[in-house]
């Protein structure tokens, strides 16, 4: 009825339609990793649906207008702009679909013993076990500035050991409190 536009889709070959409402999108895709693409005459962006969110595009399409799509195998497509031809091909590394709310620069990436993985960003730590995310903001909404050479370790009593803002901390997963100890040298962390 009316003007509306949805993205449609089918989920499996005997499964229903799937229906999202997107605006002036001219034309949509799935591309990798559940997200799908859609175009407008002046935009490119991506549609989280799991978190019912607009994900920016991909940098370096500087056009004024975007006219169609060709879409190819594990999620390259190809655009005819308003500036020419641009191929899309997705990068080696992608964000989890859990920590794409987030979309904040990782410092620091550690493997646990248990099979937990641990990131540092701006905001504190993240934990992923079991496929589960569970987050663990910096003290005092603590805002520290990273350098290269900022790491983070797991200690033999399963704390985690970080560098930033060049200070050393300790985090331990079990009281979820951050201390700086007296005796915590700061060192890069290999």
């Known amino acids: 009825t009316g003007n509306e536009r949805f993205l449609v889709w089918f989920e499996g070959p005997k ?22 693409w859609v175009q407008t005459i002046n ?23 975007y006219y ?4 190819q195998p594990k999620g390259v497509f190809w655009l005819a702009t308003s500036e020419g031809l641009a191929r899309y091909a997705p990068p080696l590394w992608r964000t989890p679909a859990a920590l794409r709310p987030w979309a904040l620069p990782v410092y620091a990436l550690v ?6 993985v641990w990131i540092m960003d701006a ?3 993240r934990r992923c076990f079991k496929e589960e995310w569970q987050t663990f903001p910096f003290p005092d909404g603590g805002e520290f500035f990273f350098q290269p050479t900022d790491s983070m370790e797991e200690l033999s ?16 997963p ?16 290999c």
């Open 15 to 36: 499964g229903s339609p799937q229906m999202v409402p997107v605006g002036k999108v001219r034309q949509g895709w799935h591309g990798w990793d559940d997200l799908f």
């Open 43 to 65: 935009s490119v962006s991506r549609l989280d649906l799991a978190h019912q969110a607009t994900l920016p595009g991909p940098e370096g399409f500087l056009a004024s207008s």
């Open 68 to 71: 169609d799509v060709a879409v």
């Open 111 to 116: 493997e646990s013993e248990n099979g937990a």
């Open 123 to 125: 905001q504190g730590l």
């Open 157 to 172: 009593n399963g704390n985690l050991a970080f560098t930033a803002s060049g200070r050393g901390y300790v985090f331990d």
């Open 174 to 189: 079990v009281t979820r409190f951050f201390s700086r100890p007296a005796d915590f040298l700061r060192k890069t962390i």
